[in-house]
Nanobody, 123 residues
Framework: QVQLKESGGGLVQAGGSLRLSCLTSGRTSSTYAMGWFRQAPGKEREFVGAVRWNSGSTAYADSVKGRFTISRDNAENTVLLQMNSLKPEDTAVYYC????????????????WGQGTQVTVSS
């Protein structure tokens, strides 16, 4: 199994930056992709971005393109989400997730989830 732990969330003013980290442990050799999702109160969990574990290729939601960057360090078993030009609309609990199969856009494609970290962007 894979264990995931997010860190780096906090309170930031609009226009600021945060970097979220997802530390992985356990059996990660079968991981196909690592994804970032977010969920605001009263809303469904939505896709933010993902990185293929082996190739490093990335995909992003349109809402964060040009502002967020996802990367991975296979040696450190860490996935990063760099968030720049943050907006109040980015306020949510952010989750990292590991997928063992095909697909990166849907939460249903992911098999393991972290506990989440709160990101709050003030106006």
């Amino acid at each position: 199994q894979v264990q995931l732990k997010e860190s780096g969330g906090g309170l930031v003013q609009a226009g600021g930056s945060l970097r979220l980290s997802c530390l992985t442990s356990g059996r990660t050799s079968s991981t196909y992709a690592m994804g970032w999702f977010r969920q605001a109160p009263g809303k469904e969990r939505e896709f933010v971005g993902a990185v293929r574990w082996n190739s490093g290729s990335t995909a992003y939601a349109d809402s964060v393109k040009g502002r967020f960057t996802i990367s991975r360090d296979n040696a450190e078993n860490t996935v990063l989400l760099q968030m720049n030009s943050l907006k109040p609309e980015d306020t949510a609990v952010y989750y990292c997730a590991a997928s063992l199969g095909r697909g990166v856009w849907s939460a249903d494609s992911y098999d393991y989830w972290g506990q989440g970290t709160q990101v709050t962007v003030s106006s």
